[in-house]
Structure formats: structure tokens, C-alpha cells
């Protein structure tokens, strides 16, 4: 077993994989596209204080709705593209798709739907998680051989910085042909608004 966040917007992964074994499966956790450019900015952010404001990095011209996609924060979000890829090595029945919004709000549910695409007996049940109210995250409970529980790292569930509403809209409007696209990939509408 083997994971990034990098692998599945690395073009040459997916031949680098296949490679070495055609028979694996993949999973990749996605979330709104929009939320996620915030979120990976606010991280950068705690880490580069001097960073320039969010909309200078995601538009080459906010005026005329000009989103920057050189930015890895916007192309990241572009599953389709990257799906296409994936999809000239390996078959889409290999591939499943976490959605970040569910990871949240039912980590049982979605972590039942990766043991069934693993084929595995479902352990991992609502007994093995706890609501953080400081994280705003599930948490694993505290296995027996561990004395505190598994909770996210401390990069992890910070509070967004504020982005402007008509910045976020027009990133929206951006990225809906290409969420559309990716629905229609996956066989999933995973309801990004």
C-alpha cells in the first residue's frame, strides 16, 4: 500500500503503476474542487505568511473571470483531466472514488464502501470513530494498543481563510463543465455546488 495526494495529478504515475502491477486498485479521495483550492491555500498559508492573496493566485484576471489553472491548487481540482489519464492504464472498475464531503460527514458509510471495493469483510464500523469538535473531524477512537486516539495531524482542520463570494462563484461556474465531465465519468454525482 502506497499513498500521496500528488499521485493522482502526476502524469506519469499512472504508467509507473501500471508498471509495476495492472492489477491494482486505486483509491482517491476528491471533495469539492472549490473548497479544496481554500483548503490547500490555508495550509500554505500557516506555512508561507507572505503568500499573496488567494484570488491573485487563482486568477490571471479575476475581472474577466480568468482562472489560473498553472496554479496547482485550481489544477488539482480538474478530476476529469486527470481521470483521463488514469483511464489509458487502468479500467475504471479498479478505481474507487472517496468523497472528502462523506469522509466527513459518514466515515463508516464510505470507509464500508472502500472494504467492499477491497473485497474485504467489514470491520471498520460507527463504534471506531468520535466526533472532534476541536478539529471538526471524525476521529478513529483509541485503538487497544495505543494510548490516545488517531485524529488528523495539526496542518489539519483549521478554520478557512475567508475567500470573497463572487471569487468563489466564479470558480464555481469554472469548474462545473469539468465536475459534469467527471460525474459523468465515475457514474456518480458527487453534488459539488
Known amino acids: 500500500m502506497e499513498k500521496t495526494p500528488s499521485y493522482f495529478v502526476t502524469k506519469e504515475t499512472p504508467n509507473r503503476i501500471s508498471a509495476m502491477s495492472r492489477d491494482t486498485k486505486l483509491i482517491v479521495v ?16 500557516s506555512k508561507t505568511p507572505d503568500l ?14 480568468i482562472v489560473d489553472t498553472s496554479w496547482n491548487a485550481i489544477r488539482i481540482g480538474l478530476y476529469a483531466l486527470h481521470l483521463e489519464n488514469w483511464l489509458r492504464y487502468f479500467p475504471l472498475a479498479q478505481i474507487h472514488f472517496v468523497s472528502g464531503e462523506r469522509l466527513i460527514t459518514d466515515p463508516a ?5 472502500v472494504q467492499d471495493f477491497l473485497g474485504l469483510k467489514r470491520i471498520v464500523t460507527d463504534k471506531h470513530f468520535y466526533f472532534n469538535r ?12 495505543s494510548s490516545s486516539p ?44
Open 30 to 45: 476528491v471533495r469539492d474542487p472549490v473548497t479544496r483550492a481554500i483548503s490547500d491555500y490555508t495550509q500554505t498559508l
Open 52 to 65: 499573496p492573496s488567494f484570488q491573485e493566485l487563482a486568477f490571471r484576471n479575476q475581472s474577466l473571470g
Open 109 to 113: 458509510g464510505e470507509l464500508a464502501r
Open 134 to 145: 476541536t478539529k471538526g473531524f471524525p476521529c478513529l477512537k483509541k485503538p487497544e494498543s
Open 150 to 193: 488517531r485524529c488528523l495531524g495539526k496542518s489539519k482542520g483549521r478554520t478557512h481563510v475567508q475567500i470573497d463570494r463572487d471569487a468563489i462563484e466564479q470558480l464555481r461556474d469554472f469548474y462545473r463543465p469539468y465536475n459534469v465531465k467527471f460525474y459523468e465519468m465515475v457514474g456518480y454525482d458527487f453534488k459539488w455546488e
